[in-house]
């Protein structure tokens, strides 16, 4: 009998380790597939805002996206990880990256090592709806960027350049002027209609272009910062609006346009300034035209590596 209940221990003893080992075989492989995970993760989030960043730079700056994105890589990356940005259009960019992950316990099956890989892309959409434009319809045109334009707001017919007054949010000079200065704070969509502001409105024009200006007075065309006061988005205006009072006109698109100067009164009171790209956060939905004002999205690399 004795004999009996050493041999069942011997054999409680074999199981139980087998079972250690089986166990710590499953950990071991959860914390390596476990590094790689999180690995990998890191690296899609990576190479998603390494995409975004140099997509900001589009469509002016080809070179420069590629940069941006690079330098946006490395700085969030690790030092050996491989990376490549490509701008594969002046409105895409693309990045793909590889890592190396050490291995824990793989290293006892001859695995010191494994490779994760990521991959993103970046494109600028016309924006179909924006936040926070300026008063200022402009009529529907193809202009050049970088030359200067007037922008009549008020003026009669016989001007080069003929734009309305926009009662957004509400009517009157104070809300047309609080409008100019910080922008309108609801959203404008492309096919929207708006209504027209009465009058030339060359008082409030004059006091909401000057505070942009006043609020960042050296920049310029060319040196202009994101984000600076002097850059606003208009939006495009099917036609003119003919006769007195207020119209419905209807939005068919926006454009980004760099303060310079505003001047005269009455019906000579005029804003000068030039069209010019932006990026900005916007939205995108459906098919917007483009009139150089992008919001910048992340789309299946697939449908840009193929172009």
């Known amino acids: 009998m004795m004999k009996y209940f050493k041999n069942q221990r011997g054999s409680a003893a074999i199981v139980t380790v ?30 998603d805002a390494a995409a975004l960043a140099g997509v900001q730079d589009l469509p002016k700056d080809t070179v420069q996206a590629q940069i941006s994105g690079q330098s946006y890589a490395a700085q969030n990356g690790n030092s050996d990880d491989v990376i490549n940005v490509a701008v594969p259009t002046d409105k895409a960019v693309t990045v793909t990256a590889k ?6 316990f793989a290293q006892l099956f ?52 003929n734009y309305d007054a926009l009662a957004l949010g509400g009517t009157g000079s104070r809300n047309y ?14 096919g929207q209609w708006v209504l027209t502001e009465t009058g030339n ?3 409030g024009t004059k006091e909401g272009v000057n505070y942009r200006i006043n609020a960042d007075p050296s920049a310029t065309f060319n040196t202009v910062e994101k984000g600076s006061s002097r850059v606003v988005v208009v939006p495009l205006i099917e036609a003119i609006a003919n006769g007195t009072g207020r119209h419905d006109v209807k939005i068919v698109g926006f454009a ?8 005269g009164s009455g019906s000579l009171n005029y804003v000068t300034g030039k069209f010019m790209r932006l990026v900005i956060a916007g939205d ?24």
């Open 99 to 104: 890592r190396s992950v050490p291995l824990t």
């Open 256 to 263: 980004g346009f760099f303060l310079e100067g505003v001047a």
């Open 110 to 161: 001859g695995m010191d090592k494994s490779d994760v890989r990521a991959r993103s892309a970046a494109v600028l959409r016309p924006v179909s709806g924006v936040v926070g434009v300026v008063p200022f319809g402009v009529v529907n045109q193809n202009f050049i960027y970088g030359q200067t334009y007037t922008l009549k707001v008020g003026a009669g017919d016989g001007y080069s350049g």
């Open 201 to 203: 409105m060359s008082g």
């Open 18 to 47: 087998g079972a250690l080992t089986l166990l710590l075989g499953v950990a071991a492989i959860a914390v390596d597939v476990g590094a790689l995970y999180v690995n990998r993760a890191k690296l899609v989030n990576m190479v």
């Open 284 to 307: 995108t939905a459906g098919t917007a035209p483009d009139y150089g004002v992008y919001s910048a999205s992340l789309v299946p690399y697939e449908s840009v590596s193929a172009n």
């Open 177 to 190: 002027t609080d409008n100019i200065k910080y922008g309108y704070e609801g959203k404008l969509t492309v």
